[in-house]
């Protein structure tokens, strides 16, 4: 922070607590998979975390999958703030994996190499295989949103954008505590916009299960610090 700048709001980033697939070992993307107890326990810890803290959101923003909304639901209650308005949002589900979605990522590794495989999961612009066909699912299609056949991480980006800029954004300036609870890849992507990582350098960011990611803006929504909540 730059001395004499004043910190405004707050923003938190947490991906949810582990999954069913995270223990798999296996491609989510727009799939739906419950939380495991691991994955509870974490939710709680981020919660007891954030309380200690003394943190109070305005907002709270989950995407449309159950682990994201599971994960902020057990959040907003340990640390007494379940009366916030929780805003579901399709923009913030995680990247869509396409055709690798429900295989094993070990599996996969074998199969085309672990070059392949990195630039599939962490590169920028390279995008998984696509499905055959586009899936249908009435949580999507009563928004009019299509599913994508793939994604990646910049497409990924592309369609947070619109929602950072006319949901988030005005409120962090409006001096309003946000949280945000998403997914590892769609939280990689507004941590590279967030903190202007060079595309060739995201590939070198990992967003953990449960552990906060804090920024502070000034009133200009520049970033003034980031800190990364470790569990104890």
């Known amino acids: 922070m730059t001395k004499g700048e004043k910190a405004m709001a707050t923003l938190v980033m947490v991906r949810h607590g582990q999954s069913q697939a995270n223990l798999d070992n296996v491609f989510t993307g727009w799939s739906d998979s419950p939380l495991t107890a691991k994955g509870i326990a974490q939710g709680h810890q981020v919660g ?6 003394g943190y109070l959101f305005d907002d709270v923003y989950t995407s449309y999958m159950r682990r994201s909304i599971m994960t902020a639901n057990i959040v ?14 399709w923009r913030l589900n995680e990247r869509h994996y396409g055709a690798l979605s429900g295989q094993n990522k070990a599996a996969v590794k074998q199969r085309v190499g672990a070059e392949q495989l990195h630039r599939w999961r962490r590169g920028y612009t390279e995008v998984p295989p696509r499905l055959a066909h586009r899936q249908h699912e009435r949580r999507y299609d009563r928004l009019g949103v299509q599913e994508p056949l793939s994604e990646s991480l910049q497409m990924t980006l592309q369609r947070i954008l619109p929602y950072w800029q006319d949901q988030i954004a005005p409120r962090l300036l409006d001096n309003k505590n946000q949280l945000i609870v998403a997914h590892g890849s769609s939280l990689r992507a507004l941590v590279k916009y967030i903190e202007q990582i060079p595309d060739d350098q995201i590939d070198q960011v990992e967003v953990p299960n449960g552990q906060p990611i804090v920024y502070q803006f000034n009133e200009r929504l520049q970033l003034l610090n980031k800190e990364i909540l470790k569990e104890n």
């Open 48 to 53: 007891q975390e954030l309380r200690q803290r």
């Open 76 to 89: 907003l209650d340990e640390i007494d703030q379940l009366y916030l308005p929780i805003h579901k949002t």
